[in-house]
């Protein structure tokens, strides 16, 4: 496995790479500024994270049908044309806010179908990775993915509200060229980026779709790794949410909660850059055991405090060792899956781990109305126990070896 300076040499990745890091820290930006333009407009705290939720709706909305076409279409033509969908609609922000004309309709319809395209350019993308990046390089790929995230939400919120304060439409203006990057860099790519031919005479969209999530369904790996990583996402999500609350009602001012987020920015570019050398030095099963137990030991203080300092501490934890684990689970999931499934495969574990987000802060809220702070991170903490428990009692993920080992399990 190459390491990231190694990696540079594969110029079709680092295009690609560059061009979304760019993007990634202009989609930041607008996504820090939506919710803040919503409230200044309607003045309503619902109003504000209903726009703001517009976005997740519209890619949950588009990944499962997404994934069917990235493997039908060109995946160069689905990123350009997913780009560009999002440089016309910020662009139509910038205008707006340039003619002191932005709306909520406005901001929601846009909200709504750059989600829509998200959902297709990340399937596309991830597939594009696949064909771009060599199987054995897939766990160094997938970590500079990861560092390229934490990066763009450790730097995005705050540039994105300096933009903000200088006038309400350079974000979007800002996010726009960064769409116009994705475009160009994606452009850029030599290698051919068509879909596979299928073994198999395609059937309707629909019987694609349903192929893609038995596939997932069916195989004991996939199951277990795609369900508990969704139960994870919800049950340490609400508990943050829940957290969040808590140091709200203690009077912290969000200036001192944000150092938690800050802290949790630097832990996941610092886990991410450890990354490979952890996927190659540890057996991919054992390591996703590890991270899924890291989820638990760092809320248990939680409990009984809730302070920035505590909290900031779980999470840099928690980040430190979640690029690893996100990057080795993938990238084998990427390394075993045929290559005419890549794109529904991707989408469907995209679709289940994505579409109980919104669920979070409702459970959350609704265990601190009923049980107050410290019994409400408890019950979430015990339920992380739970999701780890299955991870480490599942013998198809802890008998994943090495990534030097994963053409062995593939060929069996």
């Known amino acids: 496995m190459t390491g990231f300076k190694e990696l540079s040499r594969n110029r079709d990745f680092t295009t690609l ?86 709306t909520i309709p406005h901001l929601a319809i846009v909200g709504l179908l750059a989600g829509a395209a998200a959902g ?95 596939y997932v369904m069916a195989r004991p790996f996939f199951r277990v790794s795609v369900l508990s990583g969704s139960f994870a996402n919800l049950t340490v999500n609400a508990l943050f949410f829940v957290v969040l609350l808590r140091m709200l009602d203690a009077g912290f001012q969000p200036s001192q909660i944000g150092l938690a987020e800050t802290a949790a920015g630097i832990g996941g570019i610092l886990g991410a850059v450890a990354a490979p050398r952890l996927i190659n030095a540890v057996p991919t099963g054992r390591l996703a055991v590890l991270i899924s137990w890291s989820l638990v030991l760092p809320v248990l203080p939680l409990i009984v405090w809730a302070n920035p300092f505590a909290v900031g501490a779980a999470l840099f934890a928690i980040l430190l060792l979640n690029p690893a684990g996100n990057a080795g689970m993938g990238s084998y999931r990427m390394a075993i899956t045929p290559d005419e499934l890549q794109g529904r495969v991707a989408s469907a574990a995209q679709f289940l781990a994505m579409s109980v987000m919104p669920l979070a802060p409702l459970l959350g809220g609704l265990l601190l109305d009923r049980l107050g702070g410290p019994r409400a991170v408890l019950v979430l903490a015990v339920a992380t126990v739970a999701g780890a428990l299955v991870i480490t009692c599942s013998r198809s993920v802890r008998s994943i070896p090495r990534p030097a080992e994963w053409a062995r399990v593939e060929a069996a």
């Open 120 to 214: 297709i350019f990340e399937p596309a993308q991830m597939s594009a990775i696949r064909t771009v990046v060599a199987a054995e390089d897939l766990p160094t790929a997938l970590s500079q993915n990861q560092a390229r995230q934490h990066v763009a939400s450790l730097v995005g919120a705050p540039l994105g509200g300096l933009l903000y304060a200088f006038a309400r439409w350079v974000p979007f203006a800002a996010d726009a060229v960064s769409f116009a990057v994705s475009c160009f860099t994606v452009s850029r790519i030599r290698t051919d980026l068509s879909a596979k031919p299928s073994s198999q005479p395609r059937g309707r969209m629909r019987a694609d779709i349903a192929e893609g999530i038995r």
């Open 17 to 102: 790479w560059v061009g979304e890091t760019v993007n990634e820290l202009g989609s930041r930006m607008s996504m820090f500024v939506f919710p803040l333009l919503a409230y200044t407009i309607s003045g309503s705290a619902l109003i504000a994270a209903l726009v703001e939720g517009t976005f997740l709706f519209g890619l949950i909305a588009t990944l499962l049908p997404a994934g069917a076409l990235v493997d039908r279409l060109n995946r160069r033509a689905l990123m350009i044309g997913a780009s560009a969908t999002g440089l016309v609609l910020y662009g139509s922000l910038a205008v707006a806010g340039i003619l002191w004309h932005l």
